[in-house]
């Protein structure tokens, strides 16, 4: 499943359905995909408002549900370091599209 959660194509592979909620907002995600209607008839996320996940509420093809719930989370920090790039000598970098 999480190679089918390509966030990059998501359209391609889910219909989406998105409600603002009083605490934040719930996907609906219904698979297009035939392999991904294999596994599962739909897939809901509900979201904060600091838009964190805290819960994921899976369908099964047989009506089975998985129902996952997340809590105390915490995001550390990431030094701007991380992000240095240091290519070594003799990489060629390129720009696409001029950017």
Avoid: C, W
């Avoid at 391609?12 to 907002?25: L, P, W």
């Avoid at 392999?35 to 509420?57: A, C, G, P, W, Y």
């Amino acid at each position: 499943i999480n190679s089918a959660l390509n966030l990059e194509n998501i359209e391609n592979s889910f219909q989406i359905n998105a409600t603002k909620t009083d605490k934040g907002y719930e996907l609906a995600l219904l698979p297009r995909t035939a392999s991904m209607k294999r596994v599962f008839q739909k897939l809901d996320l509900h979201i904060d408002d600091n838009l964190r996940v805290e819960r994921t509420d899976m369908l099964l093809l047989n009506g089975d549900r998985i129902v996952t719930t997340y809590s105390n989370q915490t995001r550390a920090e990431v030094p701007l370091s991380t992000f240095d790039f240091k290519p070594p000598p003799g990489t060629e970098v390129t720009t696409p599209l001029g950017q």
